[in-house]
């Protein structure tokens, strides 16, 4: 059936590439399809590289103005009087998606070493569906839920320490917690099923009990799909705007005297996004260098998520292709593996 | 000790578990609760009255739906030229992989960031204004890589022997791509826009600056200065300011519309999902 000639079809790229005649008018039609594909993938490059040319080019003068050192850590933003440091809306970013992962993390790894290990069958289904539904909520109805009930949760549980309000740093870290838990789980668990069956069937066979062949046999392996699934997570923490804007206070924050005092987090404060999807995006609007600053602000945000996506994406792809090969399934159809398209949910 | 240990483990690991669930249906049966009394079709076909102390959101979700399509007819044409380029004409793993790069990277950008250059694009080099067709092509290309992906996935799970067959018949390549390889990854199609399209309907940090107004805005006439009003936008702005009760009980209304609606999209394109991913690790 199969010809000894190299096969037409059904490899990697599912068709050969010079499958198609080209003399007849047919085949120059086919081409023209395979034009319009190229044209949008060249226009998708397009989009991507001229949306970073973009931000670069507009953020060009707050560079100019205020250095890079300066732009990215100086400590006071106060546009009425020129100055633009980037420093406390970074530092509000980073407290809030670090107590974003501190929470979600065990929870979010936890969850899903019992639903990739624990349970089979249809209760998992309807626990992936259920989080796969969870992960489609969309950031205003977190926010609201955040305004309503979790500020005044905050604000009970600060009283000790005296705060002005329920909007503090903490309360959008909470927020963002619950956020990012889905996306953490879901990767998570793809990971853990990465792991071939045969390996914890010859744990078990040696009579290690199911913590201990998850523990030490499935974790190890899948470790790098786990961490890449905090790491998009982070991901998701560090770009997410509405839910935090709403609770977050967006007051710039005033840096700690030292980087461990941690005052700030139950005060208010601002992130990259909370000040960028906030009215001072519109006061820029007509002033060049403001505008400047705030697509600088942008770019470092846009940067920081790329760096920590990709780095989780390429993980999870390393993850995939490890436990793929250790696998002797042998399917036909090259899975697109791991789970990046996950996130996608 | 070791099997009051296995105990203890899987005790813990479920209620982590459990703790997820419990969120998702807690904050549906909340908003359900809050929003219930102001529940009804009249909400869903009257028009906004006194900054959403009164009447409904025919507006808003009509502008939403206006804001979705529009995102759809940006995302699909090109998300099937995307599959098709990476599966039927890249040659080569590395072409392959700089797609999948660039779709991740897409996928990864901050929605505040799209927001941002949409403002710059369309805003000002376009000299738009607030218009509709600005957010729906933003929301586009939000969504484009989910699109692509769920389209992608199901090109590369059709069966090998559909393709043998095809050549053995002779068939052309454009010909095997519309007969085969488009028909059979429709599904992914949907089910991948579907799933965009409910990312699409709830994000507000898009259209913030490119799209949405609060109040004045009926159907859009034209594209320039044709703002729409928006469901998530409509709620991020009462969200922050929540003092009139008869205006709260409304707004959990219009979030449990604006919840259910993104739920119900995401429910149509979950046994796809599911099934696709399920099978693809254990068929």
Redesign the interface.
């Known amino acids: 059936m199969?010809s000894p000639s190299p096969p037409?079809?059904?490899l990697?790229?599912?068709?050969a590439?010079r499958?198609?005649?080209r003399l007849?008018l047919?085949?120059r039609?086919?081409e023209g399809?395979?034009l319009?594909?190229?044209?949008?993938?060249g226009?998708?490059?397009a989009?991507?590289l001229g949306?970073l040319a973009?931000?670069a080019v507009?953020s060009l003068p707050v560079w100019r103005h205020e250095g890079v050192r300066g732009f990215l850590l100086g400590d006071v933003w106060f546009y009425r009087g020129q100055r633009f440091g980037a420093l406390p809306m970074i530092y509000g970013t980073t407290v809030v998606a670090g107590i974003a992962l501190l929470l979600a993390a065990?929870?979010?790894l936890?969850?899903a070493?019992?639903?990739a290990e624990?349970i089979s069958g249809r209760a998992r289904?309807a626990?992936?569906?259920?989080?796969?539904?969870?992960a489609?909520?969309?950031?205003?109805?977190y926010?609201?839920?955040g305004?309503?009930?979790l500020r005044d949760l905050v604000f009970r549980a600060l009283r000790p320490f005296d705060p002005l309000s329920g909007d503090t740093l903490l309360t959008g870290g909470v927020l963002l917690a619950?956020m990012i838990?889905?996306t953490v789980?879901t990767f998570a668990d793809?990971a853990l099923?990465?792991v071939a069956a045969s390996q914890r069937q010859a744990a078990r066979a040696l009579g290690l009990?199911?913590?201990?062949t998850?523990?030490r046999v499935v974790l190890p392996q899948a470790l790098p799909g786990l961490l890449a699934a905090v790491l998009l997570g982070l991901?998701r923490a560090?770009?997410?705007?509405?839910a935090v804007f709403?609770v977050v206070g967006r007051m710039d924050n005033r840096l700690p005297e030292s980087w461990l005092d941690p005052t700030p987090v139950a005060a208010a404060g601002q992130t990259l996004?909370s000040k960028?999807?906030g009215s001072e995006?519109?006061l820029a609007?007509g002033d060049p260098l403001h505008w400047a600053a705030?697509?600088g602000l942008?770019l470092v945000?846009?940067l920081g998520?790329?760096t920590v996506?990709?780095g989780g994406?390429s993980l999870a792809?390393r993850g995939a292709s490890g436990s793929a090969s250790r696998s002797s399934r042998g399917?036909?159809?090259?899975?697109?593996g791991g789970g990046?398209?996950?996130?996608?949910? | 000790m070791r099997r009051w240990l296995d105990r203890c483990f899987w005790g813990l690991t479920g209620l982590a578990a459990l703790l997820a669930c419990a969120l998702l249906l807690g904050i549906v049966a909340f908003l359900l609760h809050r929003g219930l009394p102001a529940l009804s079709w009249s909400f869903l076909v009257q028009d906004t009255v006194g900054a959403g102390s009164g009447g409904g959101i025919l507006y808003q979700l009509l502008g939403t739906v206006i804001l979705i399509a529009t995102a759809f007819a940006t995302a699909a044409p090109l998300a099937v030229a995307l599959a098709l380029a990476a599966t039927v004409y890249a040659r080569g793993k590395g072409t392959r992989r700089r797609f999948e790069v660039a779709l991740y990277a897409l996928n990864g950008l901050p929605s505040i960031v799209l927001g941002i250059v949409g403002l710059i694009v369309f805003g000002k080099l376009l000299g738009w204004g607030k218009s509709w067709l600005a957010g729906g092509l933003i929301l586009g290309w939000m969504i484009l890589p989910t699109v692509t992906i769920a389209l992608l996935e199901r090109i590369q799970a059709i069966p090998r022997r559909y393709f043998e067959a095809a050549a053995a018949l002779g068939l052309p390549r454009g010909r095997i791509v519309r007969s085969v390889v488009l028909p059979q990854s429709l599904g992914g199609l949907i089910s991948g826009s579907l799933l965009g399209l409910a990312r699409a309907a709830g994000e507000t940090a898009p259209i913030l600056f490119t799209a949405a107004v609060f109040s004045g805005a009926t159907l859009p006439s034209g594209i320039r200065d044709n703002p729409v009003l928006a469901l998530p936008y409509h709620i991020f702005v009462l969200a922050q300011d929540t003092l009139d009760p008869e205006a709260g009980t409304r707004l959990w209304a219009a979030a449990f519309v604006l919840l259910a609606l993104v739920l119900l999209l995401g429910l149509a394109a979950l046994p796809a999902r599911l099934a696709a991913h399920e099978e693809a690790r254990h068929g």
């Open positions: 199969t037409a079809v059904g990697t790229p599912p068709l590439p499958q198609a005649p007849s047919r085949g039609r086919i399809l395979r319009v594909c190229w044209a949008a993938s226009l998708t490059a989009t991507l949306l973009l931000l507009q065990p929870l979010g936890g969850a070493v019992f639903t624990g289904l626990v992936k569906g259920a989080i796969e539904l969870l489609g909520v969309p950031s205003v109805v926010g609201l839920l305004v309503l009930v619950v838990l889905p789980m793809d099923r990465g009990t199911r913590t201990e998850t523990l991901g560090l770009g997410e705007t509405i709403l996004t960028l999807g995006t519109f609007y705030i697509t942008a945000l846009l998520v790329a996506t990709l994406v792809a399917s036909a159809v090259p899975s697109s990046p398209d996950a996130s996608l949910a």
